[in-house]
């Protein structure tokens, strides 16, 4: 009988996903491998068997697997991600529950997974994902069924089996909160400490209160609601084309930013364009900024010590906030020191979250398995006792 140790038991894959409204940002391991990313368009649509296949058949190049992807389960086909958009004409799905989109979002992601780490068709995993505290509740269906659709879905690479050994979720903001507790230790068993997550998509806020973590919020006043305001404004605009160039043009309101986005064929023309954005910016920011906090300010508790704001959407207001919270100690992203590997892909602070439960998830793993090889130590040792006894008693 082969001796137990942490490397046989060992997933081949160790995944965390953070299903955001403008990408579903995934960090990932092998066995031996550093940590990476891999990011994926939000897009899902269910698409004809015949069309994906012939897309897959017909297809030139060498794209990368997440601009590739579709998954079939219970002969449900969905293309995910760069392909649902760009071939399919997907949305965002920005209305719909996260949860239902995100079990073909996993599926697509591990089949990237497995692609990227060159591992067999069948496999051994553990997955952590992260859900709006207003979705919390749905966290034992999601496991049961992706449990369901992960033992045997269809690729563009055929068959897929993937053998799940552990899985966790958190609700958003919850990797946050374990970076945070990390750092600071027993001192939150004696604070009252507010995790705000604003994000694309929604806003949500985790309460930590001594070291109990409330039942969280969560309001649909993501950065999306800010963009739509400036799209009603515009002529011609989408919230797809403006929502990177607003992040890039800052609380600057930099014209440079903006300026790919003016279509009229004239010099003259496009400088009044974008002087046109700017001003509609330069009025939605500060509606939306009042929609947000006002939002926090009701659900936030009086007794709050200290308050932690992570997300992208939080860093672009990250002025704004300061000034309007300034009664309370603010602490940006749990201060979290992001691997350079990491850090270098250009997403800064909007990969805190997923990172954050990428490392306590791995750690847990850790103690898991150590766990199970000591006690299969244990029980070997005793096994091996009983079988010397028997031999002894019947020569």
């Known amino acids: 009988m082969s001796e137990t140790t942490i490397e046989t038991i060992w997933p081949q894959a160790i995944a965390a996903y953070d299903y955001g409204g403008s990408a579903t940002k995934i960090l990932y391991a092998g066995p031996k491998n550093q940590i990476r990313l891999l990011c994926m368009e939000p897009e899902v649509v269910s698409v004809p068997q015949e069309s994906v296949l012939a897309y897959t058949r017909d297809q030139l190049g060498l794209a990368e697997p997440e601009n590739t992807a579709w998954v079939a389960f219970r002969n449900d086909y969905r293309a995910v991600g760069y392909l649902a958009k760009e071939r399919f004409h997907a949305n965002a799905g920005l209305s719909e529950l996260k949860y239902e989109r995100a079990l073909h979002k996993t599926l697509a992601g591990m089949w990237a997974i497995k692609e990227k780490l060159n591992l067999p068709a069948k496999f051994t995993a553990a997955i952590a994902v992260l859900l709006p505290p207003g979705e919390y509740e749905d966290r034992n269906r999601f496991e049961r069924v992706l449990r369901e659709a992960l033992a045997d879905y269809q690729t563009p690479t055929g068959s897929m089996s993937v053998e799940l050994l552990a899985f966790n979720c958190k609700p958003e903001g919850g990797g946050i909160y374990l970076m945070h507790n990390k750092k600071v230790g027993s001192v939150l ?207």
């Open 189 to 395: 068993k004696e604070r009252v400490c507010a995790i705000a997550m604003i994000g694309y998509r929604n806003a949500s806020l985790l309460v930590v209160q001594r070291g109990d973590v409330r039942p969280g919020k969560t309001s649909d006043l993501g950065f999306i609601r800010m963009v739509e305001r400036v799209v009603a404004r515009t002529s011609g605009q989408t919230a797809e084309r403006l929502t990177p160039a607003i992040a890039a043009a800052g609380s600057e309101f930099k014209a440079a930013s903006l300026m790919r986005l003016a279509r009229s064929t004239t010099k003259q023309g496009r400088a009044e364009e974008v002087q046109q954005m700017i001003a509609a910016i330069k009025e939605a920011r500060p509606e939306y900024v009042r929609s947000l906090t006002s939002w926090l300010d009701e659900n936030l508790p009086p007794d709050c010590d200290e308050l932690v704001f992570c997300g992208g959407t939080a860093d672009y207001l990250r002025k704004e906030l300061n000034e309007h919270y300034d009664r309370f100690p603010i602490i940006w992203n749990a201060d979290v020191a992001m691997p350079p590997i990491l850090a270098k892909k250009g997403f800064e602070n909007r990969l805190n979250d997923v990172y954050g439960m990428f490392s306590y998830f791995k750690g847990s793993l850790k103690k898991q398995f150590n766990s199970q090889v000591k006690e299969d130590a244990v029980c070997g040792s005793k096994d091996s006792a009983l079988a010397l006894k028997e031999i002894v008693a019947h020569g």
